[in-house]
């Protein structure tokens, strides 16, 4: 009942930006939480980015002050700003929404990722 669509990766040279985006449709109770990963071939998913319902944000020390999370309740949607983009920040780049339901269950929704390619 709740699909989560991504977008806006793309090729771009060192030191440019990028604007992810991510939004969530269906039957949505309440959203908890919502997050930025990224992934290589051949390592483990990584996490980049969250935002809290309350607007708490944490980042990856690898991203700090070049990154930006955000969201906009009413559209149920969040934003990666990426700014200062490197070569190592090359990966797919995958959206998770941690949605409550009314009786307090949490599930994870995953976008189906967008690769963000930055050349040297």
């Known amino acids: 009942q709740v699909q989560v669509v991504e977008f806006g990766g793309g090729l771009v040279q060192a030191g440019g930006s990028l604007r992810l985006s991510c939004g969530a449709s269906?039957?949505?109770?309440?959203?908890?939480?919502m997050g930025w990963y990224r992934q290589v071939p051949g390592k483990q998913r990584q996490l980049v980015a969250t935002i809290t319902s309350g607007g708490s944000t944490e980042y990856a020390d690898s991203v700090k002050d070049r990154f930006t999370i955000s969201r906009d309740n009413a559209k149920r949607t969040v934003y990666l700003q990426m700014n200062s983009l490197k070569p190592e920040d090359t990966a797919v780049y995958y959206c998770?929404?941690?949605?409550?339901?009314?009786?307090?269950?949490?599930?994870?929704?995953w976008g189906q990722g967008t690769q963000v390619t930055v050349s040297s």
């Open positions: 269906g039957i949505i109770p309440s959203i908890n939480a």
């Open positions: 998770k929404i941690n949605i409550g339901t009314m009786n307090r269950q949490a599930y994870d929704y």
